[in-house]
């Protein structure tokens, strides 16, 4: 544990980005009304070469659920609240795709060089889901032991281990129709509007790609501590944080694990930026005690700066 979680520490601050399957249609539209953030939305639609004011305000939730664009908006649209909010987190952390937020949040990558590497990951991963017919499914509840023997008698894999009850299991179509025929006991599965299986094997296509868009950046180390999806640790050295990045594409996200280092950090208090919900629920569930804020609307604002004090 670093020196400055050893003493007493009143109140530790996390900040999280979600990840992809949070964004709903028009969530950006009241953001817009904050002064410098559709110029900054703007500038940032340069850059990943799509229309974020417009996808997040007038598009439909099938045109958002498309890869190149759900993952180029949603890091956006966290980075656009974290600078609306002003906060200096002690602690960082994302979601699959809410790491690159949580990066350029640390200083690891700067937001327009965060915002490069998700477009070359979005539509790279895009490709990969074209190639077979994947996807994701979330189960809630039951014996985890029997939940996880379930997903790999299917030969699927356990993509998100996200704590509080809850995994999400990926592969193919055919393989997810199987296992709902065959659901653990006690367990609820719900089909994620995801447009493929992420954090699995069938993302390695998409890995190599990644690898070669982060070969042109040179990465800070970060400023904050900054937890990484694969093992839930802190990651001391940028470089090392972005190659991560590139690995995690076909790797489970480890949750659960990240909420575990939280809690040994004594984090106290956690703000979901937009379009937060996710993981704070997950919070509510897996760390007891912990103070929430969830970013949806500007109005939020208040209650997480009131948080803060």
Not at 261 to 269: F, N, Q
Request: aromatic fraction near 4%.
């Amino acid at each position: 544990m670093s020196d400055l979680y050893r003493g007493m520490v009143d109140f530790v601050l996390v900040l999280v980005a979600p990840g992809q399957g949070a964004q709903t249609p028009g969530f950006l539209t009241p953001w817009l009304e904050l002064p410098g953030l559709a110029e900054r939305l703007g500038s940032w639609s340069e850059v990943v070469g799509l229309d974020l004011i417009a996808y997040g305000t007038t598009a439909g939730a099938d045109e958002i659920r498309d890869t190149a664009v759900a993952q180029p908006l949603l890091v956006a649209a966290a980075l656009a609240s974290a600078e609306a909010l002003g906060a200096a987190p002690d602690v960082v952390a994302g979601h699959s795709v809410g790491e690159f937020a949580a990066a350029a949040l640390a200083g690891v990558l700067t937001p327009e060089q965060a915002l490069t590497l998700v477009r070359e990951r979005a539509q790279a991963m895009a490709k990969a889901a074209a190639v077979t017919e994947t996807g994701m499914t979330a189960v809630l509840g039951g014996d985890e032991a029997e939940v996880l023997a379930a997903i790999d008698r299917h030969g699927l894999t356990p993509a998100n281990i996200n704590g509080a009850g809850q995994i999400v299991a990926g592969g193919t179509l055919e393989q997810l129709a199987a296992f709902k025929d065959d659901a653990p006991a006690r367990a609820r599965l719900i089909p994620l509007s995801v447009a493929g299986a992420f954090h699995t094997r069938h993302m390695a296509p998409a890995v190599e790609a990644l690898r070669e868009a982060a070969a042109s950046v040179t990465p800070a180390d970060p400023r904050v501590t900054l937890l990484s999806n694969s093992d839930g640790q802190a990651v001391a050295g940028g470089a090392e944080f972005v190659d991560r990045l590139v690995r995690q594409v076909s790797s489970p996200v480890r949750w659960h694990s990240c909420m575990e280092t939280m809690a040994g950090l004594g984090v106290t208090g956690m703000i979901e930026l937009l379009p937060g919900g996710t993981l704070t629920g997950l919070a509510r569930r897996g760390m007891r005690g912990v103070q929430t804020v969830a970013l949806k609307t500007p109005d939020d604002l208040d209650a997480a700066r009131e948080l803060i004090k």
